[in-house]
C-alpha cells in the first residue's frame, strides 16, 4: 500500500477541493439563484483539478520516482487517483446534497421543469442522489485520466 501513498494523498486533497468548490458554488448562488449558470461555472473546475493532478504527479515524479517517471508511470498514477477517488464518490456526493446543498436537486429539478426541458416526473426520475453519483463516477474517471494523461506527458522525464 506504500506504493499508492502518494496517489491516496492526492485523491483525498482532490475530493475535498471538490467539495470546497461546491460549497463555493453555493455560497455564489450557483445551487439556487443563479442554477442555470452552474453547469458553466463547474467547468471551471477543470483549472483547479488540472493544477491537482500536476502537484500530485510532480509529487510522484520527485518523492517516487526519485525525479525520473516516464509516461506510463504518470499514467499509472493517474488511474490510481481517478479511481480512488471514485471509490469515495458516493460519500462526497452525500456530504454535499446533505450537508452542503441540501435543496440542490430539489432546485435542479424546480429548474429542470420551469424551463420546460423535461416534465415534473422526468426531472424527478432524472435527478436523483444516485443519478448524481454516477454523473460524479463518470466525470472523475473520464476527466481525470485524459487530464492526468496530459500533465504525465509534460512532466515525464525529457531523454535526449
Known sequence: ???????????????????????????LGFHDVKIKWEPLFNILYIFPLFLLYFLALLDKKRNYYNGNMNWKQGIIATIV?????????????????????????????????ASKKLSLEEAKEYTTLS????KNISDSLSFGVVIGAIVAYILKTKTE
Open 81 to 113: 487517483i481517478s479511481f480512488i477517488i471514485v471509490l469515495f464518490s458516493p460519500i462526497s456526493q452525500f456530504i454535499l446534497h446533505e450537508f452542503i446543498s441540501p435543496n440542490f436537486l430539489h432546485n435542479s429539478i424546480n429548474y429542470t421543469v
Open 1 to 27: 500500500m506504500k506504493k499508492f501513498s502518494i496517489e491516496f494523498k492526492w485523491a483525498l486533497i482532490t475530493i475535498l477541493i471538490f467539495l470546497a468548490w461546491m460549497t463555493l458554488e453555493k455560497e
Open 131 to 134: 443519478s448524481s453519483i454516477w
